[in-house]
């Protein structure tokens, strides 16, 4: 879910543009949080939907807020020189590559300049802002993809893409050229297949069929792929276990099929338990020189090529200013930072909440031979209450929510001198940093880094100092 933290502080609309369908012509300034154009008419901000900065664009107001319109582009009069024609056939109706229509190399300086906006009005921090570090691959770069799965009405047809922006309506993707060309098979067998295997796909409104989502993990390294079958049930229903069994035959690039419950009626995806099919139950991947077990409920950045820039950063700041330091890992999920950063470490400590993370977590331990990595299997607060040792310092890598006032003043209280704060969310970042910064931390540096190509969305690294207030 979005985070609704207030970027924009307006004063109230006027009302001269305020019609429904209205038509006007703009000049886009700007790009928001959330990669829509910004342009602004009698004083008022208008948010618009497929709008560069740069284009001069008629456009239709389609919504109203209290202090904001929303609208769309009904024609680009001027394009900005930044607009590219889309890869992907389906950008426009697909809805999850919200920039494809904007050159790469715009798109990293935009989100740039969304960050340091983001500093400064949620955070007042003002900060330069590094360059956006570009992700080595911006095609096929994805670690994990899950579609939703449904049904046609009369055919029974089965249906496998994303949603369709803001609908629960699917788009039938075939070929997505953000994920590994292999997922589009593997997605096409479930189309052609599962069917007749006799599965039938859920119905979210009446609560009723199996397969509500098919999710792939695939290992950029080894080229093998994790196929998890999210179905509505608690046990795997024979139909599935067969289709598991089929479907890991079929394809030598799946190394395992895994069945996860989840009988909610939910947006949430997976259920918090798994179980294999067929095959294995997690797939490797080689993450600097260390190799790690990823299984289905686990966590895993979604583009492993950048996030070995980000672990690259980490461990060359700890290696450059501190001698055999004693390191904590907070949010570990399968320990990654922890695992690239232990041959500089004289110890590490990694929390995470997630127990199939933390097994996986010990797997890998043994696997790269590393015995200076203690696991605690628990909740970050909880064991930032608790905890008693002093770090060198601390990597807090929070879910899109952040961190809350207690794990904050906690981990001030736990760090010697640094926090590498690692964030998938500029706005909640700003506020953490606000907040840390009122309790007298100074915010040395921040680091941008295209983990989510052609997305509005952005990972930072911010390097927090506060050894003057020791
Ligand atoms: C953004 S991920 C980061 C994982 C890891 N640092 C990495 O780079 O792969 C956040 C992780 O925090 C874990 N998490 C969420 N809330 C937590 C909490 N209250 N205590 C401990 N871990 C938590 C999630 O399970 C997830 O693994």
């Known amino acids: 879910m979005i985070q609704l933290i207030p970027l924009f502080t307006y004063s109230p609309i006027p009302y001269i543009i305020a019609t429904m369908d209205n038509e006007l012509t703009v000049r886009i300034e700007s790009l928001s949080n959330l990669g ?15 709008a560069c900065p740069g284009d001069l664009a008629k456009i239709r107001i389609t919504g109203r807020n209290k202090t904001y319109y929303n609208a769309r582009v009904v024609e680009v009069l001027e394009p900005s020189p930044h607009r590219v024609k889309p890869f992907c056939a389906m950008q426009k109706v697909c809805g999850a590559c919200q920039l494809q229509f904007i050159d790469y190399d715009y798109q990293l300086e935009l989100k740039r300049s969304v960050v340091e906006d983001t500093m400064r009005k949620i955070g007042g921090i003002d900060i330069k802002i590094h360059n956006t570090i570009p992700s080595p691959q911006i095609k096929e770069y994805r670690h994990k993809i899950q579609y939703p799965v ?54 979210e409104k009446t609560h009723t069929g199996i397969l509500r989502h098919v999710i792939i993990r695939n290992s950029v390294s080894t080229g093998k792929n994790l196929v998890v079958l999210v179905v509505n049930s608690d046990k795997i229903p024979p139909e599935v276990q067969r289709f598991a069994g089929a479907l890991y035959e079929a394809f030598e690039e799946v190394s395992g099929v895994c069945v996860n419950f989840n009988t909610k009626k939910t947006n949430v995806i997976q259920g918090k338990i798994s179980k294999c099919a067929a095959g294995d139950d997690f797939i490797e991947e080689k993450i600097l020189d260390k190799t790690f077990l990823i299984g289905a409920n686990t966590f895993f950045q979604v583009n492993p090529k950048s996030a070995e820039n980000i672990f690259r950063y980490v461990k060359d700041y700890i290696a450059e200013n501190f001698e055999k330091p004693v390191i904590l890992d907070a949010y570990a999920g399968i320990t990654a930072f922890g695992i690239c950063v232990s041959d500089t470490c004289e110890k590490v400590v990694s929390v995470e909440e997630n127990a199939d993370s933390c097994e996986l977590a010990r797997k890998s331990l043994e696997l790269n031979n590393i015995k200076n990595v203690e696991i605690h299997n628990m909740d970050a607060g909880e064991f930032f209450a608790e905890e008693k040792r002093k770090f060198d310092a601390i990597i807090l890598d929070p879910p899109r929510k952040g961190c809350t006032k207690e794990a904050l003043d906690n981990a001030l209280r736990l760090a010697k001198g640094k926090i590498i704060y690692v964030s998938c969310n500029p706005a909640t970042l700003a506020r953490d940093l606000k907040y840390l910064t009122e309790n007298g931390a100074v915010v040395e540096s921040i680091q941008p880094f295209d983990m989510f190509c052609h997305t509005y969305h952005i990972e930072n690294v911010a390097i927090v100092d506060f050894s003057r207030n020791i």
Request: aromatic share 14%.
């Open 36 to 50: 829509y154009g910004i342009a602004r008419a009698d004083g008022a901000v208008i948010f618009t939907e497929g």
């Open 150 to 203: 449904a049904q046609t009405k009369v055919s029974k047809r089965f249906l496998a893409g994303y949603y369709k922006s803001g609908t629960h309506e699917i788009v039938n993707i075939k070929h997505c050229p953000i994920q590994p060309e292999i997922c589009d098979e593997i997605i096409d067998f479930v189309r052609e297949n599962a069917f007749v295997y006799g599965i039938s796909a859920y119905d």
